[in-house]
């Protein structure tokens, strides 16, 4: 992973929204596509900022009078933006998002233009795909998944813990 680039990793098939487009029509791109993060751009193809669905959820919570005049653009305003380039590293950006409590960054390429998404899931799936080696990688043997209780420690033997 250190020597990896954001460009290896990140997602190129990215859905985003016009900074003037409504909260609506964004609550209704993330639910046609499944989508969960939705970068805003400006008219000019810049990147504004990253709305993901918590946000868009927490503005769709105002009246109906309110969301009929509320744009993406406006949200996005004021917030810090936190971006990263297809040419840094991984290791940066896993950096960058564990500083900024967030889970997805815009990759932007020349002019601040959006090339691609970078999730902490396309990390993990670029871990899955090249394994580090390790003792259990390299015996082959089943690395996961382990029911776990929580509160419980996890038992040595076969046997299932009772779910209180």
Do not use: Y
Request: net charge neutral; glycine share 10%.
């Amino acid at each position: 992973m250190t020597t990896w680039t954001v460009g290896e990793v990140m997602r190129t098939d990215v859905v985003a929204i016009a900074a003037g487009e409504t909260v609506l029509m964004a609550w209704e791109l993330l639910e046609r596509t499944g989508a969960a993060h939705l970068p805003v751009l400006l008219p000019d193809g810049r990147c504004s900022g990253l709305l993901d669905r918590c946000d868009i959820a927490v503005a769709c919570s105002a009246p109906a009078v309110v969301l009929s005049a509320l744009d993406v653009g406006t949200l996005v305003s004021g917030r810090r933006r936190v971006a990263v380039r297809a040419q840094e590293s991984v290791r940066k950006a896993a950096f960058a998002m564990t500083e900024n409590g967030c889970d997805a960054l815009p990759v932007l390429g020349s002019g601040g233009r959006l090339v691609g998404l970078l999730t902490a899931s396309d990390i993990v799936a670029a871990l899955v795909r090249n394994p580090a080696p390790g003792p259990r990688a390299a015996e082959g043997g089943p690395i996961g998944p382990f029911s776990m209780t929580p509160g419980l420690g996890p038992r040595r033997d076969d046997r299932v813990n009772p779910v209180p």
